[in-house]
Structures are given as C-alpha cells and as structure tokens.
C-alpha cells in the first residue's frame, strides 16, 4: 500500500463504510496520518504504525493482531515506507488502544511527533552478509533526536530519512528525502530529494563520519523548519523538503545548514549525478540467503499487496520465536523477512510458511505485484486496482510458473502512488468513453503500449488474458531463459509489441 495515497480534508467530503454515511468530518483530518492523527479516505479513517527500524518483536506481533481482532480488521497493509497501515475504520483508536501502542513501542509517547518518525533502513541492516555499517544505531539516534524535540513536530510528515548500510539489499532507490548510505568502514555519503514526486534522491557531494550524520540530519531538520516558519502557509500541507529547496536553491540551504552545524567544516551541496541507485533491486530480500552471522540466514516473505491477516501475523510471529530470534522486518517493497534462521530448522520454517498460505520466492506473480489503493480507498481512482491486482496475479499463478520475477504494477491514476519507477508491466486506470473502468497496459516504462487509443482500452476482465498472452510469447519467443523481458521487448518492432498484446 502506498504511502502517499490521496485522502481529502475532512471538512470537504465525509465517507461512507457499508453503505453508511460516517460522521467523521467533526475534527480536522491530518493529509498525511498517524497513529494520532489518521485522514479520511473513501472507505473510512485510515491510519499509519510507524514501526521503528521496521522491526517487530513478538510481544509487537500479538499486539498487533489483538488490535486488529478488537478494530474489526482482517488484515494490516505493509506500506512502501515499511510501515503498517490501517483503514476502513469507522472512528478513532482508543486511547486504551493508544496507551496500549505507546507501551510496545508502536506509537510516539509525543503525539506531537508521531507522524514524522518516518525512518527507513534496510530490512537486512545488522544481518546483511555484504554490508559496511550497520545503520541500526544511527536510526534509533535519529528517533531519539526527534523523540526530545518537540518543535520538530514542524516538519512535514513525509520528512523521510533513509539509513543504507552499503550491503546487498539496498533502499538508495527509494524516496526518502535524505539518504546516508555507507560507502567506508566509517563514511557515509549524503543524498538529497530534489527531484519530481517519487523520484530517488541524489548525491550532493558530501562524505560524513558516523560521527557527523546526526548533527547532519538535525541541522536539515532544523534549517526545514526555519524555511517553513518563513514562509508560513497552510500547516496541514506543509512543503517537502524538495519544495524547500526549491524555493530558496540549493546554495542557500546549504548555507543555511552549515550555519546550523555551527561546525569548522566547510561544505556546499551539489546536485550531482547518482552512478549507484540502478544497482538496486526490489526482488533480492525475497527467499532465503545467508546473514553476516554464523549459521543464521533470513527468509523472505512476500505479503501479496504488503496485506498480513492476523492469523499470518500470529503465525509468523510464532514461528520467528519458536526458530529465529522473535523478530519480523518490514520491507519498504511491502513483504517481512523472518531472520535469524539455522540451516537445520529453515526446511521446517519454510514448510510452515507455506501452510500460512504465503509464498516465498520472487518469481510467484504476487511477489513483486504493486497497486495503490484505487477505486475502493481513493476518489481518483477509475478502477478497483486491489481487486484488479489479485485477479491478475492469480490468473497468472494458475497459468504460469515464472523462472523470472515479474513486477506487476496496478495504477488506479496517471499519479502512481504505488511505485514511481519503472515496472516490467503497468497497468493505468482509465475511464473509457462510456466511463467504465478499465485499463491502458504499458509494458517496460512505455517501451510497447496497448490502449493510447480510447478504442484500445482494456476492461479489468480482459487485462488477464492480455497479459498471458504477452507472458506466453515472451515464454516461446525468447532466446533463451536468460534472456530479459527487456532484452526481449528490444528486440520487437512496435507492430509486433502491439500484437503480442492483443486480446481477440
Ligand atoms: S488512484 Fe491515483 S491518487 Fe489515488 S491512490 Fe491510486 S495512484 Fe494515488
């Protein structure tokens, strides 16, 4: 689910939940939610865990599903930020229920900073075989930090800090406004968000110590809120720090930091070109692999569409105490890695995941399947792209067994919420001419397109059968199993594209 899906003020739309109209317009809504402070959207208040380091212990795991068994809930959805969303609630939490999140470490014990603990590390940060630093206890500096101040509370809740370890699972693609990513035994490299909504941050040219980074965070964080004071405005719809950065140049601000370090050391930020972040890959937490640790690997487990019902929660929670080290990591690709495993119990850990009915590996078509929230959860959504996502994936589970992964991504607007890069097939939500939902397919970024004509668009039901096709040419048609979709879709002349999506 993504982060950055759009939800109105609550003094324009009020929602309805089975078919019944929710007085849930009396208080102002947050644009952004937290646990504190959850938004509105079309099926109900919907709100934000922000789960530090995205790592749940097991007591965290049984307090998780007793809060969704007491709300009513089936399912929590793991975000692309690695944290936990609830929605289609039909009032506020508790405060027993807020009291009781507070005591696990699921919520802030300062309301006022609930929403801006929004930090992300590598789900493998300490157990990462290839890793520098391990980023842990930079993190939980960092929440600390925010913990004791409170005039922090300023800053937008998509202030997002990312924390990457140098090792193979890697977040520097993802769009996190600051980024520090281990480049030496003690050095990390500084990334900005200047770009586009979605786009990752970039490198400007400044390398810190460990010893640096926090004073670093805090002097952005500070110099953000400065800018904001500034220029006032609407709080509820405070800038990011791109816009920021935007409004006064990156010269400025630089200026404007280095002020705040009060340190000896000079630096200007540049906007610098990033050589590393194509490197990433969102498929490589998925399945099993060896941690730094002796004897002792992580299994990854793909959440189809970030959803985790309670009884997977109870069970994976269960298995985690029972053979690893009683934690679960969120992953910000919306799946949980399940560490700490010997290589004599994961036969048995990987049979009990199965029998959870989860699945494991990164080329099941659910494993990299993305959708925003779409028709059910969002007011400019034309389609039903959860419901449309599923279908899909368990078209093509039935059909095919994939010896590649296949990132699937399900849009229910040209805005996509639910991953802004490149996916091997986008599916965009249109309305035809008669107004019914339905879909334009892009294929590798735009590279083949079924659909630009309105003639041309799909109706959910038929996109399955488009897409099996395409699946199965690609299956007779390539070179070899080595070969890419992309390598593949090089290779056909738009005519031939354009066939192979065809639907009789
Ligand atoms: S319909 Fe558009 S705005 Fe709404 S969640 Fe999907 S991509 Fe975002």
Known sequence: MPECAHVAIASTISSRRMGKELDLVSVERSICPDIYHPAIARDGLLTRLRVPGGVLNESQCQALAQLLATIGLEYVQVTNRANL?????????????LTKLTECGLAASNTAVDGIRNVMLSPTAGIDAGELIDVRPLAAAWLEYLDVHPELGALSNKFSVGFDGGGSVSILDRPNDI??????????????????LGTRPVPVGVILSVAECLPMLAAIAQSYRQRIEVSGGDI???PRLRDIIGSCGLTEFSEL??????????????????????????????GVHPQRQTDRYYQGVVLPLGRWT??????????????????IRLTPWQNVLLPDVSARDLPLVQ???TDLGLVQTATH???LLRACAGATGCQFAATDTQADAIALAEYLAAKFTLDRPLNIHVSGCEKSCAQHDRADITLWGQSSSDRSPSYRIEIDGATAEFGRETSDLLAPERVPIAIGNFITAYHEQRRDRDESLRAFINRQSSAQLQQLLHVA
């Not at 990513?181 to 968000?193: D, I, K, M, Q, S």
């Not at 002020?259 to 540049?270: L, W």
């Open 365 to 367: 078509p659910t494993s």
């Open 310 to 327: 309670v009884g997977q929660i109870r069970g994976l929670g269960s298995i985690a105490s029972r053979y690893g080290s009683g934690t």
């Open 351 to 353: 049979s009990m995941i």
């Open 179 to 196: 980024t520090l990513l281990a480049v030496g035994a003690n050095e990390f490299r500084l990334y900005l968000n200047m770009g586009d």
């Open 257 to 286: 930091v280095r002020r705040e370090i009060r340190g000896s050391r000079h630096f200007i930020f540049k906007n610098l070109t990033d050589r590393d972040a194509d490197l990433v890959s969102g498929d490589l937490h998925l």
């Open 85 to 97: 969303q609830l929605r289609s609630l039909d009032r506020d939490l508790d405060p027993s229920i």
């Open 236 to 238: 509820r719809r405070k």
